[in-house]
């Protein structure tokens, strides 16, 4: 099993759960626990903002490998200076960054933790696949488009939200890495594993109403029928049935009350 410690570098804007982290249930990985980077030296690249930007190689003086051997997981808000989001730095380092991906997450209900495990799946499997997260080889697994697939490029920060929320891996990853020697199991454990991935019901959802509206009125309209004559049924039956049970009452009951 990977065994993967989370550092937080500088001051997140968003705050991360770390108990649902760390009891994340895997058969592939396992998280360890958290340390923290809070003084980060300012960035030397001139982007022309106000925000920090950094190029990855940054990071090799900043976060160093874990003497126990442990994938250090590096979780900052800054910006890479290629937009992209995650990078591996090193063999035993990687770094993911939330710069404006958080909002897009949390607009669609997906929450931070999610996307981090997803991550932390990519990195995972390019390990088991491969040896080491740090090997050219891992480019095969990448595609442009948009699949849902653990390992879309997603060029478009706003496609994240397609494969974070219950990823797969589509059928053409499937046969590059069964074409590698990994452990056995590994690949349906993989499957399984990610499809626990998704947002709780109620936020799909609110996910889909927000999607469907006129749809989700209609249902609502009909529902609030279905309902309401569900009701009258169930009452007339009730009232029949007491009638039969009990004959002698109808008697008392007036057909007619006094004027």
């Known amino acids: 099993m990977i065994t993967f410690r989370i550092t937080l570098l500088g001051n997140l804007k968003q705050k991360l759960d770390r108990k649902e982290l760390l ?4 058969k592939i990985f396992r998280i360890s626990g958290f340390s923290e980077i809070l003084n980060i030296p300012p960035s030397r690249l001139d982007h022309g903002t106000l925000d920090n930007v950094y190029d990855p190689n940054d990071f090799l003086e900043i976060v160093t490998p874990s003497e126990t051997g442990e994938i250090v997981i590096g979780i900052m808000n800054y910006k890479f200076s290629d937009n992209f989001y995650m990078h591996r730095i090193n063999t035993n380092v990687g770094i993911i960054s939330l710069y404006e991906i958080d ?17 932390i799946y990519e990195i995972a499997t390019y390990i088991e696949v491969y040896g080491t997260m740090n090997s050219d080889q891992i480019y095969e ?9 653990l390992f879309d490029l997603n060029g478009d920060q706003k496609d994240v939200v397609y494969n974070t929320d219950e990823p797969i891996i589509c059928n053409e990853c ?3 890495i069964a074409a ?13 594993e990610l ?13 889909w109403i927000k999607s469907h509206p006129f749809m989700a009125i209609a249902i609502s309209i009909a529902m609030g029928i279905a309902t309401n004559i569900i009701y009258d049924i169930g009452k007339l039956t009730a009232i ?12 008392c009951i007036p057909k007619k009350f006094p004027q």
């Open 23 to 26: 009891k994340h249930d895997s």
């Open 103 to 119: 909002f897009t997450l949390l607009n669609a209900g997906i929450s931070i933790e999610r996307f981090i495990l997803k991550c």
């Open 141 to 149: 697994l990448h595609h442009r488009d948009t699949r849902g697939c």
């Open 174 to 176: 499937l046969g590059k």
């Open 180 to 192: 590698r020697q990994t452990k056995e199991g590994f690949i349906s454990t993989l499957q399984h």
């Open 195 to 207: 499809k626990k991935l998704k947002r709780p019901f109620f936020l799909r959802v609110e996910s």
């Open 240 to 251: 029949k049935i007491y009638h039969i049970r009990y004959p002698e009452q109808q008697q």
